[in-house]
């Protein structure tokens, strides 16, 4: 039982920069915006977060931090992607090798030096609650946070008009553009907001999970977060189905090689990887619901007529 | 009186194609104006320039009296300008009352909406389902919507972009009096149509545009219709001839007791159809779209498989189990309503298009396709059928509606089917190559082949069809006899109150008919 509940109080953790990154994503392509650079943003996010942390500087403006910088480069690919129309594949690839970069560059001086990580909260009584409590109510705030991210994502997408206007921007920004929308502004702002996610989900693992910088820490956590939101059809619900069940394998290939089974390490490692696409490819086979999920006009450069 | 509309020399160019050139017409508050003009004369440049969607080139718009120094879609739903496009600005993958809440202005409330949907559409004779989405909306139905959105809004000038093609006559005559009630309470109308005679009767003045320019003006219920053809096609129309024709023995094409369950909860279910089809005639199925129209088609073609093989007979042959490619192997043709992406492939030449469906001549050796056959067979369609196209390698989405159509039906009719099945041929085709389309079905038809058209323009069957069926609610009508019947009760058919009358009569008409 102990093991049970410490694993999966360890799978809420693992999942918590993906579900920040994959529903950053979600909203980028829902408004039909392809970005590949999420890694890239990811790396940003993680090393000026603990560049601001090493500055002395506050935890939560050390996420600010992250974040901002998750943003700036999400702006670098708008320019491109959204202003100069570029293409969008090309465009993202570029922002993911550059994000890599420049963190690489950002951390030299504070590799591997340990950081102090946000600690967990004690919330009186619940905290205290056997197994229940250690199950949910002795989380680090971020993983509240998150979920507090998915609800306002899955209500803004589906409860509020501008989430409805990005959705339809997303299907056809030729007629959104015709009924007086300004597809362009609307895009940029999902661009940016899916950095800012980005961003704070690198932060994550730099300032919570590791807790140090590492270069390329993320370990293809980006493209990981890339393919939920593809297999999850663009529904925020399934997003987090699938963080968990990618958080969860982590956390069961990790206990398969401390107990040494007689399989490659290697083949365990991949695991988490494997199995998440599997169970969402099974999952995303309903073609009618993929119709009506799928952002139309993903990736398609978008110039007003004229 | 201020005009509410005034446009002064607007010009507005394409690469090669000069749009509009130095156009100017007035609209005065509560006038019913229409703009005449066939397919390609620019009328939905113009409207679209009216409306903000595109910049003019040059030349002036002023509302109300006012200048506007600069234009576009948020700026005209300020003015009340409002606008219902020929091809509808909806978006599929959310629901009726959605798409109408993006256009509203202010927050958010779906169910006041949709209350007021209903309310509107109840009382304009416009049923819409405000919670369906759109995906599963017929083009008929995606009209309503459009227009139910544009009078939510309480426009001050409605423009219609060829709204009653997809309309039953009553559904027209209840548009009219809308409009009529709208003109009433000052709302002014820009009426885009090349119908003669709905702009008569419904229009108080009338602008004619061709190739781009202003041919004319006239008072529509004053001019007689050949003036006004004249200024909106320059020479006068090509008459289609009917001749006599004789009928094959047996029905070349049977539909026997055919159900279908719709796939989705939104489409029609065929309902015990019934058809019979002889050589040498041409059958019309009428109806509002979305009422098993296409999935009738698709029963035809193949596109379905029926559930028995006797369901459909072709030419004796129970071909109910087999696809598609098969019952074309067996001389089947078909013609479907979309032409880029599935009558032809919007990236392809024209060479390779007609190999889709023309390679049953022997354009396949080994496996291999060859490309020589392909673009003789293409450059043999393109000479027989007229179409305007440089040549075999021109991509399918280069050709204009009418070119592009009038190469998918030489296409088929190049491979001698025994039976063409044709769905709309001439949606968004132009005067003169709608013409040469119906003339040519008309051609097919009387060597002996047999022809089921499937359309929503009631005139265009009536002017073309031996005998007309209609489709309501997934279920087949008996056939009428053209001679003997008319719009209207074809048109109370349609709505489905058409009542036993009718199909007794028809049904004495099919036994004669089969004798």
Redesign the interface.
């Given at each position: 039982m102990d093991l049970f509940v410490s694993m999966f109080a360890a799978t809420i953790i693992a999942a918590t920069p993906l579900i920040f990154a994959a529903l950053g994503e979600l909203v980028v392509e829902k408004s039909g915006v392809l970005n590949l650079g999420i890694e890239g943003m990811m790396l940003a996010g993680a090393a000026f977060g603990v560049w601001a942390h090493f500055a002395g500087l506050p935890m939560i403006v050390a996420l600010a931090a992250a974040i901002l910088a998750g943003a700036a480069a999400s702006l670098l690919f708008g320019v491109l992607a959204l202003t100069f129309m570029t293409n969008q594949y090309a465009a993202g690839l570029a922002l993911a090798i550059f994000g890599t970069g420049v963190s690489a560059f950002i951390g030299r001086g504070f590799g591997s030096t340990p950081v102090e990580a946000i600690k967990p909260m004690n919330l009186p009584w619940l905290s205290d609650i056997p197994i229940i409590g250690e199950m949910f109510f002795r989380y680090d705030p971020l993983v509240y946070f998150a979920f507090v991210m998915f609800g306002v994502v899955s209500w803004f997408l589906y409860r509020t008009k501008s989430g409805l206007a990005l959705r339809a921007i997303g299907e056809s920004p030729d007629s959104a553009h015709a009924i007086g929308f300004e597809v362009i502004r609307i895009r940029y702002l999902a661009v940016m907001f899916g950095g800012a996610m980005a961003g704070l989900g690198g932060a994550y693992l730099s300032l919570v999970y590791t807790p140090l910088w590492v270069e390329n820490m993320t370990a293809g956590r980006g493209w990981i977060a890339l393919a939920l939101v593809v297999f999850s059809a663009w529904r925020p619900m399934r997003v987090i189905l699938g963080a968990w069940l990618f958080g969860g394998m982590t956390i069961l290939q990790l206990q398969g090689q401390a107990i040494g089974l007689s399989v490659p390490s290697e083949f365990l490692s991949a695991l988490p990887y494997l199995a998440t696409i599997a169970v969402l490819v099974l999952i995303s086979r309903n073609r009618q619901a993929m119709t009506l999920d799928f952002p139309v006009s993903l990736g398609k450069p978008f110039r007003p007529k004229g | 009186m201020t005009p509410r509309l005034d446009l002064r020399g607007i010009r507005k160019s394409y690469p090669g194609v000069l749009a509009n050139d130095d156009i100017s017409l007035s609209v005065l508050p509560g006038e019913i104006h229409a703009v005449l003009g066939e397919n390609g004369a620019g009328k939905s440049t113009l409207m679209k320039i009216i409306y903000g969607?595109?910049?003019a080139d040059a030349g002036q718009i002023y509302c109300d009296g006012k200048l506007l120094p600069e234009h576009?879609?948020?700026i005209?739903?300020e003015l009340g300008i409002e606008m219902v496009?020929q091809h509808f600005?909806?978006?599929?993958?959310?629901t009726v009352v959605?798409n109408i809440?993006?256009?509203m202005p202010g927050?958010?409330d779906l169910k006041r909406l949709a209350v007021r949907i209903r309310e509107i559409s109840e009382r304009y004779g416009l049923p819409i389902d405000p919670d369906r989405?759109v995906?599963s909306l017929s083009v008929g139905e995606r009209q309503r919507v459009e227009i139910v959105r544009c009078l939510l809004r309480h426009p001050r000038l409605l423009i219609l972009d060829e709204p009653t093609s997809v309309l039953t006559p009553q559904a027209v005559q209840k548009l009219f009096e809308t409009l009529r009630q709208l003109s009433e309470e000052g709302c002014s109308i820009l009426y885009i149509s090349h119908k003669l005679d709905e702009v008569r009767e419904l229009c108080h003045s009338a602008t004619v545009l061709r190739g781009g320019k202003v041919t004319g003006t006239a008072n529509p219920s004053e001019a007689s219709s050949a003036e006004l053809a004249r200024l909106m096609v320059g020479d006068d129309l090509p008459e289609i001839t009917v001749q006599p024709t004789e009928l094959s023995h047996g029905p070349l094409l049977a539909v026997n007791n055919l159900n279908v369950r719709s796939e989705?909860a939104t489409g029609t279910s065929l309902k015990a159809v019934n058809l019979e089809v002889y050589g040498g005639e041409i059958v019309g199925i009428a109806g509002v779209s979305g009422n098993g129209q296409r999935e009738l088609a698709a029963a035809i073609s193949g596109e379905k498989i029926a559930s028995a093989p006797e369901d459909v007979v072709l030419d004796g042959r129970p071909v109910g189990h087999f696809d598609a490619g098969r019952r074309r192997d067996l001389g089947l043709g078909f013609v479907p309503e979309e032409r880029l992406g599935r009558g032809a492939v919007p990236s392809y030449d024209l060479s390779e298009n007609a190999l889709l469906t023309a390679h049953r001549l022997g354009m396949v050796r080994h496996g291999m396709a060859m490309r020589s056959k392909a673009r003789d067979f293409a450059s043999g369609v393109i000479e027989k059928f007229n179409v305007k196209a440089s040549g075999p390698d021109a991509k399918a989405h280069g050709l204009s509606g009418g070119n592009l159509q009038k190469f998918i039906m030489g296409r088929e009719i190049e491979l001698s089917p025994r039976v063409l099945l044709v769905a709309q041929p001439t949606w968004g085709v132009d005067v003169g190559a709608a013409a040469y389309v119906r003339q040519t079905l008309i051609d097919l038809s009387r060597s002996g082949r047999a022809v089921i058209v499937i359309s929503e323009e009631l005139e265009e069957l009536f002017e073309i069809c031996d005998r007309l069926c209609v489709i309501c609610n997934g279920e087949l009508s008996s056939p009428l006899s053209r001679a003997q019947t008319s719009a209207e009760a074809v048109g109370l058919l349609m709505t489905g109150t058409g009542g036993k009358a009718a199909g007794r009569g028809a049904q004495t008409e099919r036994d004669r008919h089969v004798v």
């Open positions: - | 969607a595109i910049p576009g879609p948020a005209s739903r496009y600005a909806l978006f599929d993958s959310i959605e809440a993006l256009s927050r958010m989405l995906l989705t």
